[in-house]
């Protein structure tokens, strides 16, 4: 109980590192978000692929494909033109605080998915340390087939 001070110095020291870390993150991805918000109605202005091709389906699907393509280059072209622009409070610009974000991987932006397939006669096997018993092999056996 001696060093009480102590901890609890070093837990507020840890939590205000922590909140300095998440901040980039935070700032960049309200940026980026507002800048998606932007591309999204510029795009709404287009006129829908209704009203340019009314009676086919196949063009409007394709108009829909362009505009979607249109919408994600508008959205990166915002995003280079305002690398330069003072985030959190004037402190940062978004270059900077992009580099200083936390990285993500695959899995925490939903883009890996994994299945793994354990083969139970395997770990039957392994469990019962490779036993050369043949009963045993032969009644592992005769359930796997």
């Given at each position: 109980?001696?060093?009480k001070?102590?901890?609890r110095?070093?837990t507020f020291?840890l939590?205000?590192?922590?909140?300095?870390?998440?901040?980039f993150?935070?700032?960049?991805?309200?940026?980026?978000?507002s800048?998606?918000?932007?591309?999204?109605?510029w795009?709404?202005?287009?006129p829908t692929?209704?009203?340019?091709?009314p009676?086919d389906?196949?063009q409007?699907?394709?108009y829909?494909d362009s505009?979607?393509?249109?919408?994600k280059?508008?959205y990166?072209?915002?995003l280079?033109?305002?690398?330069?622009?003072k985030?959190?409070?004037g402190l940062?610009?978004?270059?900077s605080?992009?580099e200083?974000?936390?990285?993500?991987?695959?899995?925490?932006q939903g883009g890996?998915?994994?299945?793994?397939?354990?083969?139970?006669?395997?770990?039957?096997?392994?469990?019962?340390?490779?036993?050369?018993?043949?009963s045993?092999n032969?009644?592992l056996?005769?359930?796997?087939?």
């Amino acid at each position: 109980m001696q060093l009480k001070g102590l901890v609890r110095f070093f837990t507020f020291a840890l939590i205000l590192i922590c909140l300095y870390q998440l901040s980039f993150t935070w700032f960049v991805r309200n940026h980026e978000k507002s800048m998606e918000a932007k591309a999204a109605a510029w795009v709404k202005k287009l006129p829908t692929a209704q009203s340019v091709y009314p009676n086919d389906k196949e063009q409007q699907f394709l108009y829909n494909d362009s505009v979607s393509d249109i919408q994600k280059a508008y959205y990166k072209r915002l995003l280079d033109s305002t690398k330069e622009t003072k985030l959190a409070f004037g402190l940062t610009t978004y270059a900077s605080a992009k580099e200083k974000e936390l990285m993500l991987g695959l899995d925490l932006q939903g883009g890996m998915s994994v299945t793994m397939e354990v083969g139970l006669d395997g770990l039957i096997k392994s469990l019962a340390n490779y036993t050369k018993d043949a009963s045993f092999n032969t009644a592992l056996n005769n359930a796997v087939a």
